[in-house]
């Protein structure tokens, strides 16, 4: 059986016959967040439920980096390479300073508490952008079951600290890329908890000063619905769904998809040359070789 499935032919060019999807990791609840430290050699990723964030080094398998980790989710590095995280348990994004002390960058807004944010980007300027649905505090499966204060927003926290609502008309925004350019910003919507709200990715235009324009509907993921995703190179949108993960081209159409055996949540790019990418998938980890390069 093969690991892809190709769509458009281009996408025949971005696979290696000889590079299948590999299980590098397993034995957990719900992973998610990976993120990709090349000095360190090593990826870290969230296990939720079980309230820690896991690392995991080739040749040398899987320990726990952080537990208790105030149920972490996504996970991102500043342009400093310091770790950015997203706590469902804090309602909180943190940055993990050298010196391994937690310094938070946002927990409310307008006086409110923030829901559970969820992931989390780094742009040039180094601002921080992050979606903020309502998952994590709907049950205690994935933090703690509390009262919304807040709107299912995305928040950017520029790097003197002010914090902005910049998109205030999702139901749940969830995982969200800027293209190499940063000139296109992609967000997720997943939809409430016990709601049949519409699942699908939508793409905004990114101006001066950071402005965004447009949001139109940009593809919509099946079968599942996009959670996590990340860009290659060339602007190719890589995401999650339920049966592996879909490579989109920039102008929205399904060129291929990389099978896997769990739901996958969430994906990002590392290894020598970016080169390899490393997916988050219910209970496990995954990893695969591809002719292609993360964007930085």
């Avoid at 919304?148 to 928040?155: A, F, G, H, K, L």
């Amino acid at each position: 059986m093969s690991f892809f499935e190709i769509v458009d032919p281009v996408f025949g060019r971005f696979v290696l016959g000889n590079a299948p999807v590999k299980q590098i990791a397993t034995g957990f609840d719900w992973v998610e967040g990976p993120v990709w430290f090349g000095d360190q050699n090593c990826l870290l990723f969230s296990d939720i439920p079980n309230n820690r964030i896991m690392r995991w080094i080739p040749g040398l398998g899987t320990s726990i980096y952080r537990e208790p980790s105030n149920f972490s989710n996504g996970h991102t590095r500043d342009r400093q390479g310091r770790l950015v995280s997203c706590e469902h348990g804090g309602r909180r994004v943190t940055r993990t300073e050298y010196d391994g002390s937690i310094t938070v960058i946002a927990d409310s807004y307008q006086g409110k508490r923030l829901n559970s944010p969820n992931d989390v980007i780094v742009a040039s300027d180094g601002a921080i952008w992050f979606t903020d649905p309502h998952y994590g505090i709907a049950t205690d499966y994935e933090g703690y079951k509390s009262e919304q204060e807040s709107p299912c927003n995305v928040y950017r926290v520029d790097a003197s600290g002010s914090m902005s609502a910049v998109l205030t008309d999702f139901n749940c925004p969830n995982g969200l890329a800027f293209s190499p350019d940063e000139k296109k910003l992609y967000v997720a919507d997943t939809g409430r908890m016990h709601s049949n709200d519409p699942q699908h990715i939508r793409v905004f235009n990114v101006g001066e000063n950071w402005r965004l324009t447009g949001g139109e509907v940009f593809h919509v993921i099946s079968p599942g619905c996009a959670d996590g995703m990340r860009l290659d190179s060339d602007g190719n949108l890589w995401s999650s769904a339920r049966d592996g993960v879909h490579c989109i081209a920039p102008d929205g159409h399904l060129m291929g998809k990389l099978l896997v055996p769990e739901t996958v949540s969430n994906l990002c790019f590392g290894g020598r040359g970016k080169h390899k990418l490393f997916i988050t998938a219910t209970t496990s980890v995954y990893a695969i070789s591809l002719n292609r390069s993360g964007a930085l």
